[in-house]
């Protein structure tokens, strides 16, 4: 097993959305992750659940699967013994639920002191929404983002589950979990992780609650610079319905982009001349809109202007630049996002595709000391399957 995480046990508890896609990026860097998934699958497909599909439930990837029925007296105490060998557990339940399954911090840290324990919720494990239910919306809402995307004149758009599922969830989780095993190696000590996705995308927000007091951000959605507010920083329609997206803010960017389009410098104005802009845009729209979107692709390569074509997921499989450095793979039929970020040494890897809940269950208790009889006498009782 290679990865710059080779060598680190985690424990999953099942989940959707952000905490499997904690596990899938500890897995894709190495980590060995066992998740502990419901007896009946359970889940929802697409999201990392654990549906019928499994092969192609990609945030389950590079896992083993135990199937361990929790609310079964005897549950909990398997559960008990994976993390006793672990460095890291991590579930994504609501506050007091794994201490009601047996299976908190507190359990889990008796057995195994240096274990890191990583809890995955919207408000976190405090405060006065803590046990009220939400989702990626809300909390990007809440913690000030979704009000600033969108255009002018518009309601607020959710920008898809990335914001506060992924970004400011899933991936504040691996990095916590990665920063508390460094922390336990070194002093002997685990803790808890408590990684809230209204803490990540206030995080994520921080240049513009410094862009906000300095008089650079405004409050009023779609009239800021990198909000559709600037028509240099926009997509456009093409001729042939497809999309290009623009991102000219330099000068020389601004230039290069004006001349690709064939239009004067002189008639549109300064760049950043506010009262122009809705000029400026009008000028920009029509121009992109007399050719295709391949056209302008091809007109603009080589020149730094930042224009692009806004590809579809299923564009992103031909793109030549995603080609040519492996960003998107196929893995049994199943295209797929490579690991990322890139080691030289230790490269992340890919030999695990998603398994089935249970499909490792013999295997991955048989680590934990059960001997052949005890795994028998579980199935039987239908602790686990």
């Known amino acids: 097993m290679g990865g710059p995480l080779a060598g680190v046990r985690v424990v999953e508890l099942a989940g959707i959305g952000p905490a499997p896609f904690a596990g899938m990026v500890l897995a894709d860097l190495g980590a060995d992750v066992v998740r502990v998934d419901r007896p009946t699958g359970g889940g929802v497909a697409g999201l990392g659940g654990g549906g019928g599909a499994h092969r192609s439930e990609v945030l ?15 549950g909990a105490e398997v559960v008990l013994r994976l993390a006793a060998g672990a460095d890291a557990l991590i579930e994504g339940l609501r506050p007091g639920v794994a201490e009601r399954l047996g299976v908190g911090p507190d359990a889990c840290r008796a057995r195994n002191p240096r274990l890191v324990y990583g809890r995955m919720t919207g408000w976190g494990q405090d405060g006065p929404y803590a046990a009220e239910a939400g989702h990626d919306i809300t909390y990007a809402a809440v913690a000030g983002a979704l009000a600033h995307i969108g255009r002018a004149g518009q309601p607020p758009t959710p920008p898809l589950n990335l914001v506060a599922d992924f970004g400011g969830g899933g991936m504040l989780l691996a990095l916590g979990v990665v920063a508390g095993v460094l922390s336990a190696r070194g002093t002997g000590e685990g803790q808890v992780v408590d990684a809230a996705m209204v803490d990540g995308v206030a995080l994520l927000m921080a240049p513009f609650f410094a862009g906000f007091r300095s008089g650079f951000f405004s409050d009023e959605r779609g009239t800021n610079l990198l909000d559709s507010g600037a028509p240099f920083y926009d997509s456009y329609a093409c001729a042939d319905g497809r999309w290009v997206a623009v991102g000219a803010i330099e000068p020389q960017f601004f230039a290069a982009l004006v001349a690709g389009l064939g239009l004067d ?28 979107r391949d056209e302008w692709v091809a007109r603009f390569a080589g020149r730094d202007a930042c224009v692009a074509p806004v590809l579809t997921t299923e564009e992103t499989f031909a793109d030549p630049h995603l080609a040519a450095r492996g960003t998107v793979v196929e893995v049994e039929g199943v295209p797929q996002p490579a690991p990322a970020p890139r080691f030289s040494a230790t490269p992340g890897r890919l030999d695990r595709p998603p398994p089935a809940p249970g499909e490792h269950t013999a295997a991955v208790l048989a680590e934990a000391g059960y001997g052949p009889d ?4 579980l199935r039987a009782g239908g602790t686990v399957r």
């Open 60 to 74: 389950n990837r590079g896992r083993r699967s135990v199937a361990v029925d929790l609310k079964h007296p005897d």
């Open 265 to 292: 410098a002189a008639d549109l104005g300064p760049q950043h001349d506010r009262a122009g802009w809705p000029e400026m845009r009008r000028r920009f729209a029509a121009a992109f809109a007399a050719a295709t």
């Open 374 to 377: 005890e795994v028998a006498a």
